[in-house]
């Protein structure tokens, strides 16, 4: 287990002051694990209702991190994924409540219900008024009074904030309640997990998954789904969920509602926005109309990498109360919409369109380009797990990227010179090969085509002069020399070979100062990050000229 903590019992409370300390409007409730209001003398003093409600910590930033203005009045925190004590709920009641009431938001999990429940009749019995709603949003379990029914997950978050909107504009304790059942009514939310999580007094995973497995349905307590199923694209998976919640809750074309996409806790922001993307679509098929859209990390179950959506009808009055203003450390605002049937808003790009290509005999030119180009493909998987030893492991999809955007255009250059198919090339990999590989390969095509410009049909000597000029280009570009660990090392006695000895040297000088990478120190590139921890293993870059060159001498000796 690795993890940032320092004694696994003391995680919640640790967790508690850290966010106390960042964010000055929450307070500790002494003696309890609970933050409330910093305001709360204030807040009490004008007479509304208080919203209270909590649960197993584990789930940052909910609940702690939607205490404010406009939301949740106090939030009880449990050891992690265990509901907080009957006593703990009490106090917290105690310490918020008012002649106004005390609403309890609770999720349905058995321990929630019973320690919130008792600490309720136990107010109740002391004179507090105290009313409690139970959210029971995962679709992916049945609704049945034969167990215990369906779970509270993140959609809860949404009747947070619809109840404590109508709390923060003076409504009764029967008004506020009506409006979070109103919400809990339209409300459905379901969840995907590609890795487990670790309790941090467990120390271990809770379940265990495949490689190329996803569970379908979880819950947010580290406990597995409802089923286990092989891993899909987004789009899938996330049809998949959208799918079950518009068949539970009989959402029909045209319905307007709010779509939450959220973060189990450890999916890359990346990842989400394509989630989201997916979800917008998938909601569309249906015919619903997005009214709001929010996506982020809202409810979360520890470390585990996953998400859930929810989907909740938003009527005008429930989209009211969702734009209310709010200000809680999670709360993040509006949310985006109303969504039209339109994609992300495109501007104008000033990129210059088409090319300049001087006719001329390309046939033979594209030819070898084109063998080159698959030698780079075929050869990702090696160029990728080296730059993963000793790189950001992005060399190889790079290459093989702008290796395929560049066959596919290549196909237009058949009827020009040699100069405009380089620098055709050029803005090809200029335009598909990111990191620095893309601009110094960019680089050294454009000084290479200018080497070769005026003439008709190059010679071995003109193509040995260009390969010379193109690799002073990079060498330049890339401030680096001989000796650097760089592509330099494979390109530079290629250059000096080619000149001398032709073209089946210089593949074997590529070769040899490809090699000869592994027992240098780097100095540029992406290994000099690393250092001696880089010497072993050869240079990724210096090794795909070695795959590129290869090619254009077995296209040549084709011939």
């Known amino acids: 287990m690795k993890k940032l903590i320092n004694e696994p019992l003391a995680v919640v409370d640790e967790m508690l002051e850290g966010l106390c300390l960042a964010h000055p409007g929450l307070a500790l409730l002494e003696g309890e694990r609970v933050l409330v209001r910093a305001d709360l003398a204030a807040f009490r003093a004008r007479g509304h209702v208080a919203l209270v409600s909590g649960g197993g910590s584990g789930h940052e930033p909910a609940h702690a991190g939607y205490v404010g203005e406009g939301l949740l009045t106090a939030a009880v925190c449990g050891d992690v994924f265990t509901s907080p004590s009957t006593d703990a709920v009490l106090a917290t009641i105690r310490a918020v409540g008012g002649a106004a009431g005390v609403l309890l938001i609770v999720k349905n999990y058995t321990g929630d219900r019973l320690n919130f429940g008792l600490a309720a009749e136990i107010a109740r019995g002391e004179g507090i008024p105290v009313e409690m709603v139970v959210v029971a949003d995962d ?52 969840g995907v997990a590609l890795t487990a999580c670790t309790v941090p007094a467990a120390g271990k995973p809770g379940f265990e998954l495949g490689e190329r497995e996803v569970e379908l349905g979880l819950g947010i307590h580290g406990e597995a789904g409802v089923r286990r199923e092989p891993l899909r694209p987004s789009r899938e998976l996330t049809a998949t ?75 005008p009055e429930t989209l009211r109360l969702l734009d209310a203003p709010a200000m809680a450390p999670a709360w993040p605002g509006r949310g985006a919409g109303p969504l039209g049937e339109e994609g992300p808003v495109v501007v104008a790009s000033t990129r210059r369109e088409g090319q300049d290509l001087r006719p001329g005999d390309g046939a033979r030119t594209v030819a070898i380009l084109v063998r080159a180009a698959e030698r780079l493909i075929a050869e990702e998987g090696r160029l990728t797990a080296l730059d993963q030893m000793v790189g950001d492991g992005d060399l190889g999809l790079n290459l093989a990227r702008g290796a395929e ?67 002073d280009a990079v060498a330049t570009l890339g401030d680096t020399k001989p000796g650097d660990r760089t592509m330099i090392d494979a390109l530079q006695p290629a250059a000096e070979a080619l000149a001398s000895s032709g073209l089946e040297a210089a593949v074997e000088a590529a070769r040899a100062g490809a090699a000869a990478t592994a027992a240098m120190a780097p100095r540029r590139g992406r290994s000099s990050y690393l250092g001696e921890r880089a010497v072993g293993v050869s240079d990724p870059g210096a090794e795909a000229v070695v795959v590129w060159l290869s090619a254009i001498r077995d296209e040549l000796a084709a011939d």
Not at 255 to 284: H, K, S, Y
């Open 241 to 315: 969920l959208v799918e079950r919640i518009v068949a539970e809750l009989a959402l029909g074309g045209g319905t307007p509602v709010a779509l939450l996409v959220n973060n189990l806790g450890a999916t890359p922001a990346m990842e989400m926005q394509i989630v989201a993307r997916d979800a917008v679509t998938a909601a569309r098929t249906h015919g619903l109309v997005i009214e709001r859209l929010w996506t982020g990390t809202f409810l979360t179950a520890l470390e585990m990498a996953g998400c859930s959506v929810s989907l909740l009808r938003a009527d």
């Open 405 to 471: 955007v560049a066959k596919a255009e290549a196909l237009d250059w058949t009827g020009a010179d040699a100069a405009s198919i380089l620098r055709a090339l050029s803005g090809s990999l200029r335009r598909s090969v990111g990191g620095t590989s893309g601009a110094l390969y960019a680089a050294g095509l454009l000084r290479a085509a200018r080497a070769l410009d005026g003439i008709a049909a190059p010679t071995s000597r003109d193509w040995a002069k260009a390969f010379c000029e193109g690799t």
């Open 139 to 190: 679709v992916a379990l049945a609704a049945s009074t034969q167990t215990a029914g369906r779970r509270g997950i993140a959609g809860t978050v949404l009747v947070h904030k619809v109840a404590g909107a109508r709390a923060a504009e003076g409504a009764s304790l029967e008004e506020v309640k009506a409006a979070a059942e109103t919400v809990i009514a339209g409300l459905g939310s379901m």
